[in-house]
């Protein structure tokens, strides 16, 4: 069974650029959740979709927005680029949102 | 507020030694889950075990042991004889419907041969 895969590995963007990074999750689950981990902050929840909806939403700003497709795939967008925004953008997805979660092994951001 | 605390930022122990993991939990809800999770050097978090609020029995997976105790809003993990291969960052994590998923910092393990 393929684990959960994260694209792309690596991205260098600029500040006040946009990005997307991308999810797929295990086949058969429906809960797919995104964090943010970086040394200061540690490993921050941003949100988490089940079924095409948003469920629950971390404490980030509106900049950052996500969705989910019918096959449960989803997409992270970051719009308005800030420094801080670098970090290693994790997805995990799992049956449901109380279950163990299986990691992707990240997108790791770098804002110039 | 949930909130998850693992105080230990450090720790560094000689193989074959065992060590333990503290994590102490706060929530307000009566049903929620907590977790550990792995991050080895290669960066993708891998899970440990998962427990429910009504389920304190301890567990046991051959040299990795966790102690739940509500009474202390506790939730360790040990590792019995260490080896370098348990290097790693270690997550404890909390999950409730109402305050979603919280993690730890986060304790760096660091195991010498």
């Known amino acids: 069974k393929a684990g959960v895969t994260q694209t792309p590995r690596y991205l260098i963007k600029t500040r006040g650029q946009q990005v997307t990074l991308s999810c797929s999750p295990i086949?058969?689950?429906?809960?797919v959740s995104w964090y943010q981990q970086t040394p200061g902050q540690g490993l921050q929840f941003l949100f988490e979709?089940?079924?095409?909806?948003?469920?629950n939403k971390g404490n980030f700003p509106g900049r950052f927005s996500g969705r989910q497709f019918s096959n449960s795939r989803s997409e992270m967008n970051v719009s308005t680029l800030e420094l801080g925004d670098s970090a290693l953008y994790l997805c995990a997805s799992s049956p449901d949102a109380n279950e163990k979660l299986f990691f992707g092994s990240g997108t790791q951001l770098s804002v110039l | 507020a949930q909130k998850v605390t693992q105080a230990q930022t450090e720790i560094s122990v000689v193989e074959k030694e065992d060590v333990t993991l503290d994590c102490v939990y706060e929530t307000r809800d009566t049903t929620y889950y907590l977790f550990w999770y792995k991050q080895p050097p290669s960066g993708e978090l891998v899970f440990l075990i998962r427990?429910?609020?009504?389920?304190?029995q301890n567990e046991i997976s051959g040299r990795y042991s966790w102690n739940f105790q509500k009474s202390t809003s506790s939730f360790n993990f040990t590792i019995t004889a260490s080896q370098v291969v348990d290097s790693a960052v270690y997550f404890c994590?909390?999950?409730?419907?109402?305050?979603?998923?919280?993690f730890g910092s986060g304790t760096r393990l660091s195991i010498r041969p």
């Open positions: 427990r429910n609020s009504f389920d304190e």
């Open positions: 994590a909390s999950y409730s419907s109402a305050s979603k998923i919280i």
């Open positions: 086949s058969g689950h429906r809960s």
């Open positions: 979709y089940f079924s095409e909806t948003q469920r």
